[in-house]
């Protein structure tokens, strides 16, 4: 079964950053390409990146473009999303996912953004 367990979200204050971290396994990760979405309180799931299993390229959806950068780390089974310049409307819960629509994604970690 695929299992996906994301970590290290936390509070933090405006322009600050953080590192999230995927675990995966149950699945040929490698072969995959792999997303974060997020949902912030109230509304839906909204896709945030996609990392392509192929060459490793990247894509970003505007709100985040310049500020996070995705990567993997195949050896590990191991998918990252850096957050830096973090803002207020940052504030959601990350999931990694395998698909842009995070049909299936991990329990997520929570990201707080405030001062």
């Known amino acids: 079964d695929v299992q996906l367990v994301e970590s290290g979200g936390g509070l933090v204050q405006p322009g600050g950053s953080l590192r999230l971290s995927c675990?995966?396994?149950?699945?040929?990760?490698?072969?995959?390409?792999m997303n974060w979405v997020r949902q912030a309180p109230g509304k839906g799931l909204e896709w945030v990146s996609v990392i392509y299993s192929g060459d490793s390229s990247t894509v970003y959806a505007d709100s985040?473009?310049?500020r996070f950068t995705i990567s993997r780390?195949?050896?590990?089974?191991?998918?990252?999303?850096q957050m830096n310049s973090l803002k207020t409307e940052d504030t959601a819960?990350?999931?990694?996912?395998?698909?842009?629509?995070?049909?299936?994604r991990g329990r997520g970690t929570q990201v707080t953004v405030s001062s």
């Open 23 to 33: 675990a995966a396994s149950g699945f040929p990760f490698s072969s995959y390409d």
């Open 64 to 66: 985040v473009k310049g």
């Open 73 to 81: 780390d195949n050896a590990k089974n191991t998918l990252y999303l």
């Open 93 to 104: 819960m990350y999931y990694c996912a395998t698909d842009p629509g995070g049909l299936t």
